[in-house]
Nanobody
Framework: QVQLVESGGGSVQAGGSLRLSCAAS????????VTWFRQGPGKERERVAS????????????YYADSVKGRFTISQDDGKNTVYLQMNSLKPEDTAMYYC????????????????????WGQGTQVTVSS
């Protein structure tokens, strides 16, 4: 059974840092896309960062939303089957429920931009940034 479990959320002051973890289990392949989405109060769920796992990292294997570029870093530990989201210089507008989602396609290794294409989701972890 496929399972994604997020952890690492919490409350911090603006300028602080948090590291989120997404532990994956039950996947038959290590080669997949893992994306962090977030949903703030009264907002639609938005894509934050993506990474292609199970491959050598390099150009094109990660994606960041413009709003988090230079502040967030997505990384993977294939041995632990875990994806991390290091969040630095946090702002109040980063306050949201953060979800990790996984996408696997046998014929195409890519990261879809839309939530509808992901059929494996974690339960979410809350991040609250105060000013």
């Amino acid at each position: 059974q496929v399972q994604l479990v997020e952890s690492g959320g919490g409350s911090v002051q603006a300028g602080g840092s948090l590291r989120l973890s997404c532990a994956a289990s039950g996947f038959t392949s290590r080669r997949k896309c893992v994306t962090w989405f977030r949903q703030g109060p009264g907002k639609e769920r938005e894509r934050v960062a993506s990474i292609l796992t199970g491959i050598l990292t390099g150009s094109g294997s990660t994606y960041y939303a413009d709003s988090v570029k230079g502040r967030f870093t997505i990384s993977q530990d294939d041995g632990k089957n875990t994806v991390y989201l290091q969040m630095n210089s946090l702002k109040p507008e980063d306050t949201a429920m953060y979800y990790c989602a996984a996408y696997f396609n046998l014929y195409r290794l890519w990261c879809p931009p839309d939530t509808e294409q992901y059929n494996n989701w974690g339960q979410g972890t809350q991040v609250t940034v105060s000013s």
